[in-house]
């Protein structure tokens, strides 16, 4: 599992294109919204958390649908499918699943704070959202493994693992964004939804892997 986890890694920083795309997306959305709402930096501050946690998200699914098109046109994914344990083959994706969240979507975890400046967040908010989104971004990831797998076969997945990812993100973003509000918004609490998103994020590391191990079986078959 570490000599696929270090194999991810150093295919994923060898294209390098995904976590490029991923942070110019996340600027982008962050820097139009002030010419949507208005120069209110009042506003900006109190949205300015779910801002980033909607970038965020976007940005976190651009790149899923390349998480087993390579080793489909290699072959190698085959030879994953090939494995007797079923258990073996979601371990497998499991490790997949992190070292893509490590190259693509941790960069997005790093630039939030200077983005969280460009919106007027406080510090207390800035830290509260670069904190849910370590937590909840691996969830969104575990998520879109299930949406890539089934999405595999096709020539244009990338459209489908969108809509098919983004309705069961809402649970992560609902309580992500509700936990970095509760940091700055004083009668709102910070750590009740904090918890239930990292139970949702080890809840979908459990889930996420074996769906995808069994999309990817009966897409193989």
Do not use: Y
């Amino acid at each position: 599992m570490l000599a696929l986890f270090r194999r991810e890694l150093q295919i994923g920083v060898r294209t390098g294109n995904g976590a490029l795309t991923g942070v110019l997306f996340f600027l982008a959305v962050v820097a139009v919204i002030p010419f949507g709402v208005g120069p209110d930096l009042n506003l900006l501050a109190r949205i300015g958390p779910a801002i980033l946690w909607i970038g965020a998200l976007l940005a976190g699914l651009l790149g899923l649908e390349r998480l087993f098109q390579a080793d489909r046109e290699d072959g190698s994914l085959d030879l994953l499918l090939l494995a007797d344990s079923r258990h073996m083959t979601a371990l497998t994706v499991f490790v997949k699943c992190c070292a893509h969240w490590t190259v693509n979507v941790l960069p997005l975890v790093v630039v939030t704070p200077l983005l969280g400046l460009f919106m007027n967040v406080e510090p207390a908010g800035i830290l509260a959202a670069t904190a849910t989104l370590a937590v909840g971004t691996p969830a969104i990831t575990f998520i879109g493994a299930v949406g890539a797998a089934l999405a595999v076969a096709l020539p244009r997945g990338g459209l489908l693992v969108s809509v098919l990812v983004l309705p069961l993100t809402i649970p992560v973003l609902i309580f992500g964004v509700a936990a970095a509000r509760g940091a700055v918004a004083d009668p709102d609490p910070f750590l009740p939804p904090f918890l239930i998103l990292a139970a949702l994020m080890l809840f979908f590391a459990v889930i996420g892997p074996l769906a995808a191990s069994l999309a990817l079986r009966w897409g193989g078959d």
